[in-house]
């Protein structure tokens, strides 16, 4: 999806909101159990109750994985559903992945173009030649792990290379490389308080912002620093939306959740 087409979904719906499909089969409702594809029928549901009040969706690859060939279906079948259905959605692959060159092309075909997903997360920690054939593909996005939510960030993206932190020192380097127009990146909204820094290098970049909610951190804040002119933001909500409710109701109460964050989100724009 080109990035235009990103923006003008946000500005029509007064929303950024990204909704993380971190989908665990011990945690949704008990009546989904008895269908063939419960994670699939969870999906579906969800999306179906929240598309008009969010831009973009990030199921965590981590939760498909966990169930084998059956968690890689449903993945599938999700992003089929919403690029059959609402094809204006935005999908995240939230695979974190980045190799040496030739494998990782090949972690990019199976994102773009067989799961045909128009992002996916990547760890910048293998360079140049490990994300450049993510952003190979034209209208597809490469997500850089920039400065994110967990505590462990602190272990290494803040520390000093060359006078500067391994995070700055990312998106700085990260500009250099070919096709870099196709860059986002996650920043943690627990780190919202980096954002004046961040926005300093990649001024017009849109972040990925994981962590509001069960996290901690606060969509305000990321909002009154990271905006930019287009908007430059998608926050993301996982448990928070889609765990809203473990019962019958949970599509609706998820959809009231989303609806609160996307009118939180409206005041701003
Ligand atoms: O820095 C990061 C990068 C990725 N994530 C992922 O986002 C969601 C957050 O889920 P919540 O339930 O809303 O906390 C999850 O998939 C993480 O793996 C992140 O949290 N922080």
Known sequence: METKKLIEQIRSKKSFLCIGLDVDINKIPNHLL?????????????????????????????FYEAFGIKGWEALKKTIDYINENYPE??????????????????????????????????????????????????DKHTILLALTSNEGAFDFQ??????????????ETSKTYNNSENLMYVVGATKAEYLKEIRAIVPESFLLVPGVGAQGGSLEDVCKYGMTSNIGLLINSSRGIIYASNDE?????????????????????
């Open 158 to 171: 803040t520390l000093q290379v060359d006078e500067k932190p391994l995070y700055q020192r990312v998106l």
């Open 34 to 62: 008895h269908e063939t594809d419960p994670i699939f029928e969870f999906n579906k549901a969800i999306i179906d109750a929240t598309h008009h009040l969010a831009v973009a969706y990030k199921p965590n690859i981590a």
């Open 249 to 269: 109701d949970f599509a609706e109460v998820a959809a009231k959740k989303a609806q609160e964050m996307q009118q939180q989100m409206a005041a701003f724009l």
């Open 89 to 138: 959605l935005f999908t995240i692959a939230d695979a974190k992945r980045g190799d040496i060159g030739n494998t990782s092309t090949m972690y990019a075909k199976a994102f773009f173009e067989d799961m045909e997903f128009d992002s996916v997360t990547i760890a910048p920690y293998m360079g140049k030649d490990s994300v450049e054939p993510f952003l190979a593909f034209k």
